[in-house]
């Protein structure tokens, strides 16, 4: 508790910056966004201090946490020299590490109380997640239009999902290969651990779509092939494979008509986010994936 609420201090700290300086920037919406999930994190934070209250728990004491924020972001200040889209993605990365925190807290509870209640939070950062990755890809195609699919059916869903996954099997495999080349022996054992899940989510299915964009593009640039990634590009493609994948399961959901549609990819973005969290983490400085 005395980290949760460290983390949803920082966190509601860091959103009233991020509104100030969008709010200067004459970007009103996302302004209004961050200023709600200001209180969000306020929140949480006071339901922590409540629950400590109720059982009879000495009142949590904030653990001191920062979020990871670019080096153009002046802590004292508040300044930046980045846009929406930096600002948002920021956002994002800080709410994936609050949801693996909750996450890793769960599985390893030996309270069910605790583990209940750190579902419940876990649950809240990937709605966070969700929403601000809703409104990066917005950003981010302000200029461009995407390539877009919305599964409209659980048939369709699993189809796509056996194709990026698939794709993504095969990313993997190249990455652990330049990974491992390189001597990094245990990530190299990560990354083949995630092909072979990625395999073992396809179900042997044989793709009839693509998968990721960064997975079609990379094969059709001849970069699996051995010896044509470093060990670091190969982790970045790793990431941004799996970026992308969750992109598209959060969009799914998003765009659901069906709750089992709904249930389904949502679960799918759960596992997703779940790689994405363990690639990353593969980086001597994630802060620059």
Known sequence: MDVAVGMEHEAALRYEQL?????????????TLFGRLAELEKTHEDQLSRWAQRDGLRAPQPVRFS???????DQAEG?????????LAVAVRN??????FYTYVAASALNEEVRRRAESMAREELEHVSLLRRWRREAFHASRQPRRRNPRTLEELFALSAAMEVASAEVNDAA???VGASGAVEAAAVLRRLADKARGHAGGAAPNVPGSDAAEGARAAGLLRPG??????????????????LDTYLAAAEHATEETLLNEAQKLAEQSL????????????????
């Open 67 to 73: 979020w990871r924020m670019p080096e153009t972001f």
């Open 19 to 31: 509104a100030a300086m969008v709010a200067r920037q004459g970007k009103t919406e996302l302004a």
């Open 176 to 178: 652990a290969a330049a």
């Open 79 to 87: 300044a930046q020299v980045f846009g929406p889209y930096e600002a």
């Open 228 to 245: 044509s990634l470093t060990a670091e590009k190969a982790v970045r493609l790793s990431i941004q494979d799996a970026e992308e994948i």
């Open 95 to 100: 709410e994936e590490r609050a949801f693996a």
């Open 274 to 289: 779940g790689r994405l969290a363990l690639t990353r983490s593969l980086l001597a400085n994630p802060d620059r994936a």
